[in-house]
């Protein structure tokens, strides 16, 4: 009895968040949520998770070329080429696609948060974004401090977080970074960690966006906000979504490798 409980708390120990994400990269390169099938998207989250962490992303490039035409939205390919980058380079063509997403007024794609992820893939495809994009995602920033992912739509943790770097990757710094921190700290719970809405509950990716906000802009993240994701950790390694619920793992423990990593976007 004292050898198997020996070998099972050897075998916890040895579940790393990072492993337990590489141990859902198939054949092909491209990582999938347990019992389905991989897709570009996990596939990016988990290199730029894997990335940040100084781990193996394995083939991941080679799948992410090859299923480029799988790319249907602009946070689609902005994400793709962020993940491209950082496993040996962009493609030509991917490229093209996200420099064609670019309008006269500084927007991105088609709404604020494709905007946010436009300009931190051009930096991590070492672009630089359009010279008018930044004050068009200051105008944006609502009354409260924070972001929305759409004009007209109330502003939330995870695009405020985004914005935030996507300010920070273009050398903006003051009042707005400011006012995008405080709302984030007021999405912070009791528990130690963020909530994506008001009212809606503290949650893994929510915090961790929150932790790569406070990175981005130079302080110091809570220590609460960490606290609260190891009591989210599981014996597998991966995270769960809240205290209630256990779903995408590989997605939300990509997100909280980057987190853990304290790193924000465009990685260095």
Do not use: C
Not at 65 to 88: I, M
Not at 95 to 100: G, T
């Amino acid at each position: 009895m004292g050898l198997r409980l020996a070998l099972a708390a050897a075998t916890v120990a040895l579940a790393t968040p990072a492993g337990y994400v590489q141990s859902h990269q198939a054949a092909g390169g491209g990582f999938s949520e347990p019992g389905q099938r991989a897709t570009p998207g996990l596939t990016a989250w988990a290199v730029l998770g894997l990335t940040a962490s100084g781990e193996d992303a394995g083939t991941a490039h080679a799948y992410l070329v090859a299923h480029e035409g799988e790319l249907g939205t602009a946070t689609d390919v902005e994400l793709a080429v962020l993940a491209e980058s950082v496993t040996g380079g962009a493609s030509p063509a991917l490229v093209a696609r996200l420099r064609a997403l670019v309008h006269p007024t500084g927007a991105i794609g088609p709404a604020l948060n494709s905007t946010f992820w436009g300009v931190l893939a051009f930096r991590q495809a070492g672009i630089a974004p359009p010279a008018a994009t930044s004050g068009f995602v200051v105008r944006r920033q609502a009354r409260s401090g924070g972001w929305p992912w759409l004009t007209g739509t109330g502003p939330d943790s995870n695009d405020t977080a985004a914005a935030i770097q996507a300010l920070r990757a273009l050398g903006l710094r003051g009042r707005p970074i400011e006012r995008g921190l405080a709302y984030l700290r007021a999405r912070q719970r009791k528990d130690g960690g963020f909530e994506l809405n008001p009212g809606r509950g503290s949650d893994s990716q929510s915090t961790s966006w929150a932790i790569q906000a406070f990175v981005a802009a130079g302080q110091t993240p809570p220590a609460a906000a960490f606290r609260y994701l190891a009591r989210m950790r599981r014996s597998d390694g991966s995270y769960r979504y809240n205290a209630r619920y256990v779903s995408t793992p590989v997605w939300v423990t990509s997100q909280v490798l980057l987190a853990l990593a304290r790193t924000a976007f465009p990685l260095r």
